[in-house]
């Protein structure tokens, strides 16, 4: 019996496999106090900053559903900012940073000023490996400014 080898002559013809587009990573959402649009409508890395700015407004104990919710920097901003207490907060500012899943702290340098407490923060926004340092001051008498 003789083996024949079929597989050297056999063709197999079909569509050609497409290079697809990749999927786009968008977040959508908005901001009723947002002056980058006309619309109210943020996207991507806007609103990933905006999500951020908005946990730092709230202080911890405020959400009902979560009272861990929320940051503790605004019971220390009248504090004397000593070693412990900014290690405190930079461990705060870390755990409210990388509860986005959309983000990662690399970074948190705090230091006083006049009237509060500025924050620095080196992020990395992860879908998109972009790199970025954000700035909060959290003022006794303005609130957070960015």
Known sequence: ???QRL???LVVKGNPIKDLPPLPRTYRGFSTISQDSENFSLYDLSLIKQDLINHFHIRQGEKLSDPT???II???IF???TEDLKELIIKDVERIINYDPRVKAND???TAYESGL???CELTYLP???SEVLRFRFDESAGLTS
């Open 128 to 130: 998109y490996n972009v």
């Open 118 to 120: 500025q924050i620095e």
């Open 108 to 110: 948190v340098v705090i």
């Open 69 to 71: 919710f929320g940051t």
């Open 79 to 81: 504090e004397p900012l």
């Open 74 to 76: 605004w019971e220390c």
């Open 7 to 9: 597989y050297e002559k």
């Open 1 to 3: 019996m003789a083996i």
